[in-house]
């Protein structure tokens, strides 16, 4: 019996031993290990690829998303208690970013046949106090929309992306295709290894087209600093570390050759799954998808533990993306505690990530479906 992995990263990055070793001992070579030319090289290329004017690197996800809204403060264009929307089916660091600047979050439930924002429900949890839109391209799905677009000018709201799990995706209308990252103010992106675009340990990029902003989130990552010993903001130190810049450079290269093989496997996976005890998320030509993963949906009465547990002992692992949803976090429950996200917590009791990575072989894929299809739970 095979065993399949639900992630084997060492797999995934084997491809690129050779630039990754290269990467490593140029740098370490170097002399130079922070702030140096693979960092300036790494954010001119993302920055390119993106399409937007500026990159500005940083040390995780987390961060790149909290720098925004502290400069968006700081820059006086939000305020401390000012309102943020945000989905409520998020991963937690979507909501850390906002609550660690004093903003106060307000969840939005998704759209249970999508997994993204319910437009329907944005505007509708749109009070006077909401001055910013947080968008989460969750799974590697575009979550950007004209009618988002057309929400965001109607009620004066800053929009940010966070393109944490979706790197190559892009939203298409007749401008074209643009990358999900260049869609708002500003985007946060993390490079975690099992990111689409994965370092081998923490990194993190803000992408804009506002140079003011850019050059308060690169001050603030810097003690806030812009001269050396000249602090103009209480900043914070937030950096990517050559080594992490060179890696990604070379990596970067063969980002959408990746997201092709992800299509793929998706493809694979929605000609070939029956769907008896299960639905899989609709798909729209206008918001591309990346598939960092591959969510299904165990209909009602389906028990994921007993399901996930069948499919282990075939050889099949399987992950939850996310079992608990922030607001019953219990850092939260003063925050959230008397609210309830019906959608959202439906989606969070029964959804289930199957295997998708790069790598993946077309013998293991089909032992997959075929479990999953005469499995009897
Ligand atoms: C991974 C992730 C983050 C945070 O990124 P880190 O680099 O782990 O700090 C933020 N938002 C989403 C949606 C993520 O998946």
Redesign the pocket.
């Given at each position: 019996m095979p065993t399949i992995p639900f992630l084997d990263l060492k797999r995934v990055n084997q491809r690129y031993q050779q630039i990754i070793d290269e990467a490593v001992a140029r740098v370490a070579r170097s002399g130079r290990y922070l702030g140096g030319e693979e960092t300036i090289a790494f954010e001119t290329d993302f920055s390119a690829y993106i399409g937007t004017n500026y990159c500005v690197s940083c040390a995780?996800?987390?961060?790149a998303?909290t720098l925004i809204y502290r400069s968006l403060v700081a820059l006086g264009r939000l305020e401390e208690g000012d309102e943020v929307l945000v989905p409520a089916n998020?991963?937690i660091?979507?909501i850390l970013a906002i609550t660690e600047c004093r903003l106060k979050p307000v969840l939005v439930e998704p759209d249970l046949l999508t997994l993204q924002i319910s437009e329907d429900a944005l505007e509708k949890a749109i009070t006077p106090r909401c001055k910013s839109l947080m968008i989460?391209h969750?799974y590697g799905r575009c979550a950007y929309s004209s009618r988002i677009e057309e929400i965001c000018k109607k009620y004066q709201l800053m929009l940010v992306e966070?393109n944490?799990?979706a790197h190559g995706c892009c939203f298409v209308d007749e401008r074209g295709c643009r990358k999900t990252g260049s869609l708002s103010m500003a985007a946060?992106h993390?490079?975690?290894p099992t990111?689409t675009l994965g370092a081998l340990g923490?990194a993190?990029a803000v992408t804009t087209n506002d140079k003011e902003l850019a050059d308060t989130i690169r001050a603030i990552a810097n003690y806030g600093s812009e001269r050396r010993y000249h602090n103009i903001f209480q900043g914070r130190n937030s950096r990517m570390d050559e080594i992490q810049a060179a890696v990604l450079r070379g990596k970067l290269r063969f980002l959408d050759v990746e997201n092709i093989e992800r299509q793929r496997i998706a493809d694979y996976y929605y000609q070939h799954l029956s769907q008896h005890d299960f639905s899989l998320p609709t798909k729209a030509p206008q918001q591309s998808h990346v598939y960092h993963l591959f969510p299904i949906l165990l209909n009602d009465g389906v028990n994921r533990e007993h399901w996930r547990t069948a499919l282990a002992q075939k050889g099949v692992n399987t992950d939850i993306h996310y079992p608990i949803p922030p607001h019953r976090q219990p850092c939260y429950i003063k925050t959230f505690g008397h609210q309830s996200f019906p959608v959202t917590e439906r989606i969070h009791r029964s959804i289930v990530s199957l295997p998708l990575f790069p790598g993946i072989t077309l013998q293991e894929m089909t032992y997959i479906i075929e479990q999953i299809n005469t499995s009897t739970v």
């Open positions: 995780n996800g987390l961060d998303l998020t991963f660091a979507s989460v969750l966070d944490a799990q946060g993390s490079f975690y990111k923490d993190g």
